[in-house]
């Protein structure tokens, strides 16, 4: 018997043309990382956002992810990638 532990994940239309713009190394980069929130998205160089219940960023080089868990339906909501600036948070 197995067990299928992974979550769903759900790109917002936003999210997926922020990556657009990214350079092709950075592509595939952000989209490993995207899989490995998949199988587990408390793990890896993350952080909860203030004043936010279950809103989460991952931190991969100058680039962040910025998610919503919904733990309940094992839901993880991908609403917005960038590019690491002082205007990020």
């Not at 917002?12 to 899989?35: C, N, S, T, Y």
Request: proline share 3%.
């Amino acid at each position: 018997m197995s067990l299928n532990l992974n979550w769903k994940i759900e790109i917002r239309e936003k999210a997926g043309k922020d990556v657009e713009k990214f350079p092709q190394k950075d592509k595939v980069r952000i989209l490993q990382v995207i899989e490995a929130i998949s199988l587990n998205p408390f793990s890896g160089d993350i952080g909860k956002m203030r004043g936010e219940e279950n809103v989460w960023r991952r931190r991969i080089g100058v680039y962040r992810i910025f998610y919503e868990i919904l733990p309940k339906d094992k839901v993880i909501y991908i609403f917005r990638i960038e590019r690491r600036t002082s205007k990020t948070y």
